[in-house]
């Protein structure tokens, strides 16, 4: 995967947009579909001490999660990315597709706030490397920054 492609085509898509459920929908749509491999991608935002269902692409999804539970609950817990080989070993995982092997969930923050998880689940076990963890991080970084230019808007 060129993630260097990938930056530069999720920034155009998402500049024109001023709505955060919008630029979530995109980015959403694109990283399921350019991710070989991915059969879920989405966000969940954070209300409280839960995580609530935003946009996503891929079956539907448990509409909300406690901080703790699960592997998106567990990177909203530390704020920490949390890359997972195989879901089955992970205590507490919360399995809303039975399809998917490996996940890598990556928190999202806006004005410095954690405010958002990004979700991104395969069917293919070990899916997730140290090279796809930093081109999502620097994906969502790019998100974060268009999170500000359009709260500023």
Same mark, same amino acid.
């Given at each position: 995967?060129?993630?260097?492609?990938?930056?530069?085509?999720?920034?155009?898509?998402?500049?024109?947009?001023? /709505?955060?459920?919008?630029?979530?929908?995109?980015?959403?749509?694109?990283? $399921?579909?350019?991710?070989?491999?991915?059969?879920?991608?989405?966000? /969940?935002?954070?209300?409280?001490?839960?995580?609530?269902?935003?946009?996503?692409?891929?079956?539907?999804?448990?509409?909300?999660? +406690?901080?703790? $539970?699960?592997?998106?609950?567990?990177?909203?817990?530390?704020?920490?990315?949390?890359?997972?080989?195989?879901?089955?070993?992970? +205590?507490?995982?919360?399995?809303?597709?039975?399809?998917?092997?490996? @996940?890598?969930?990556?928190?999202?923050?806006?004005?410095?706030?954690? /405010?958002?998880?990004?979700?991104?689940?395969?069917?293919?076990?070990?899916?997730?490397?140290? @090279?796809?963890?930093?081109?999502?991080?620097?994906?969502?970084?790019? =998100?974060?920054?268009?999170?500000? =230019?359009?709260?500023? /808007?």
């Amino acid at each position: 995967m060129d993630y260097n492609e990938l930056c530069k085509e999720i920034k155009e898509a998402l500049e024109p947009l001023n /709505y955060i459920f919008s630029m979530f929908s995109v980015a959403s749509v694109l990283l $399921k579909d350019r991710l070989d491999g991915v059969n879920w991608a989405g966000f /969940y935002i954070v209300r409280g001490d839960t995580l609530r269902l935003s946009a996503y692409s891929g079956k539907p999804a448990c509409e909300e999660i +406690k901080f703790g $539970k699960g592997v998106c609950g567990k990177c909203a817990e530390t704020k920490q990315i949390q890359r997972v080989a195989n879901v089955h070993e992970f +205590k507490g995982h919360i399995a809303c597709d039975s399809a998917s092997n490996s @996940e890598i969930v990556l928190p999202v923050f806006m004005n410095g706030k954690f /405010y958002a998880v990004l979700d991104i689940d395969s069917t293919e076990f070990s899916r997730f490397t140290e @090279e796809d963890q930093k081109g999502l991080e620097a994906i969502v970084s790019i =998100i974060e920054e268009e999170i500000e =230019i359009a709260l500023n /808007y």
